[in-house]
């Protein structure tokens, strides 16, 4: 499977950005998919997720209220709907599909390669 993700940038505080990630080479309808984010000089952190039924939905505390995760089935793509932006929002945001439950967070997901959001404060 193949993810491709896009929409990240530079944003000034308290601004917004949608991000996209297109899904190819499996059974989207079939996967769990999400985002994480990587800062600098940190770990990789868990943001969303969205069970492959629609079902349940996770977010990082650090997350919930600004961000919102969506998916399209009909189009294979999974959104990530940020507002409220903070300069602490600044990472590496990667999607990912896998099989399991919406707030999985160990291995054997299936990467994309990331897109940047920048906040500028």
């Known amino acids: 499977v193949q993810l491709q993700a896009s929409g990240g940038g530079l944003v000034q505080a308290g601004g917004s950005l949608r991000l996209s990630c297109v899904v190819s080479?499996?059974?989207?309808?079939?996967?769990?998919v999400g985002w994480s984010r990587q800062a600098p000089g940190k770990e990789r952190e868990f943001v969303a997720g969205f069970s492959w039924s629609g079902g349940r939905i996770y977010y990082a505390d650090s997350v919930k209220g600004r961000f919102a995760i969506s998916r399209d089935n009909d189009k294979n793509t999974v959104y990530l709907e940020m507002t409220s932006l903070k300069p602490e929002d600044t990472a590496v945001y990667y999607c990912?599909?896998?099989?399991?439950?919406?707030?999985?967070?160990?291995?054997?997901?299936?990467w994309g390669q990331g897109t940047l959001v920048t906040v500028s404060s």
């Open positions: 080479g499996g059974s989207f309808s079939s996967y769990t």
């Open positions: 990912a599909a896998w099989y399991g439950s919406a707030g999985y967070e160990g291995p054997g997901k299936n």
